[in-house]
Structure formats: C-alpha cells, structure tokens
T-cell receptor
Framework: GDSVTQMEGPVTLSEEAFLTINCTYT??????LFWYVQYPGEGLQLLLK?????DKGSNKGFEATYRKETTSFHLEKGSVQVSDSAVYFC????????????FGKGTKLTVNP | DAGVIQSPRHEVTEMGQEVTLRCKPI?????LFWYRQTMMRGLELLIY????????DSGMPEDRFSAKMPNASFSTLKIQPSEPRDSAVYFC??????????????FGQGTRLTVV
C-alpha cells in the first residue's frame, strides 16, 4: 500500500539556520502531497501542498517541490524562527483531494534562540 | 467558523469502561475522518464518512471500536470495552469540495484518551 517515510527526529536548530526535512513516498497512482504542522497541544494544520509533479508548494517561508523521479517532497526553509518549533508531518492522498491521508511518523523541530 | 470541535479534550477512564468521543465538523463539509495518533504507530486513519455514510472502516482496529454519524454536524467514536492499549490522541477532521477540488482536511484539537 501507499506509504510515507520522513526523516527521524528530533531536529534541533539555532534561529536563522537552514532547515531540510526529508520525505519520500511510495504510491501506485499520482498522489497529492502535503506537509502538515502540529504545534504543542493542537491539531494538525496544513502547511503546504502540491498536487502534481514539479509543483512547488510554499507558505510562511517553507517550500517543498513534488519530485516524481525521486518520489520525494522535502520540506525546506531558509531561516527558521523559534516560532517554527513544532512537529512536521509529510502526507499523501491518492484521491487527488484529502481522502485517506497517509502520514509519515512526524519530525519534531526545536528552534533555539 | 469555529473549526472542527472535539470533546472532551482529555479523558481518563478505567479499563473495561465505555468511552465516547465526539466531533462536530465544519459546517458544509461532507467528509469526516477519525484518526488515531500514538508514539509507536504515528497517525492512522480509523474510518471516514462521506455525507454521513461510512466509506472505509478498514482502519478500525477491532470490534470494540465503532463510529457513527447520525447527521451532518455530529459524529461519535465509541470504544467498548476500553483497554490500556487504546490510550492515544484521537483526531477528527473534515473537508469539502470547493470549485471542483477538495479542500485540505481541517483537524480538531484532538481528544487525549488515557485508559488505566
């Protein structure tokens, strides 16, 4: 079945450092790809998404590009802030929408001042 | 809009007791999802509904788990009898079609269940 693999955490960075969180996927069709973020004590919020190959999703300084050839959707940010500390989840949906999201295990990011 | 509303936020119960988790989706959303989050297994889809009808319950772990959606604004997830291994955070999410495409899933804040 479909699956998502993302880098194990936790990740600890200093403010203004560059962030990369790797995500690769396995899917039989043409999935949509998502990054969700979970702040402490809260539910998941959509951070960005891409629905087809070579699409770039971006939001709040975060970016991820849908790479079909490498089945990857790595999350990047050029300069992290303390407020970015959260757990980040990579996910896919094979229905072109949001049905049956399959999530990675999550990567906890801590940004120190 | 108030977003997806779950209750209770925290539940502590004794093994063997019945537990009912509640969810109010965002008004106008036609899909509703129940997920479970644990350290060991991460986020797992338990069941989802479309227009109040269960579409896929293959993620429901056992017959002890059941879910209902009696109307468009309310759903329940029931565990009877509960066991310590059911301890987890349970999330409800909803989504809808807009402009011919589906919105992302909007999540509630979750119910943290502890079974002792």
């Amino acid at each position: 079945g479909d699956s998502v693999t993302q880098m194990e955490g936790p990740v600890t960075l200093s403010e203004e450092a560059f962030l990369t969180i790797n995500c690769t996927y396995t899917a039989t069709g043409y999935p949509s790809l998502f990054w969700y973020v979970q702040y402490p004590g809260e539910g998941l919020q959509l951070l960005l998404k891409a629905t087809k190959a070579d699409d770039k999703g971006s939001n709040k300084g975060f970016e991820a590009t849908y790479r079909k050839e490498t089945t990857s959707f790595h999350l990047e940010k050029g300069s992290v802030q303390v407020s970015d500390s959260a757990v980040y989840f990579c996910a896919l949906s094979d229905g072109g929408g949001s049905e049956k999201l399959v999530f990675g295990k999550g990567t906890k990011l801590t940004v120190n001042p | 809009d108030a977003g997806v509303i779950q209750s209770p936020r925290h539940e502590v119960t004794e093994m063997g007791q019945e537990v009912t988790l509640r969810c109010k989706p965002i008004s106008g959303h036609d899909y509703l999802f129940w997920y479970r989050q644990t350290m060991m297994r991460g986020l797992e889809l338990l069941i989802y509904f479309n227009n109040n009808v269960p579409i896929d319950d293959s993620g429901m772990p056992e017959d002890r788990f059941s879910a209902k959606m009696p109307n468009a604004s309310f759903s329940t997830l029931k565990i009877q009898p509960s066991e310590p291994r059911d301890s987890a955070v349970y999330f409800c999410a909803s989504s809808r079609l807009t402009g011919g495409s589906r919105t992302e899933a909007f999540f509630g804040q979750g119910t943290r269940l502890t079974v002792v």
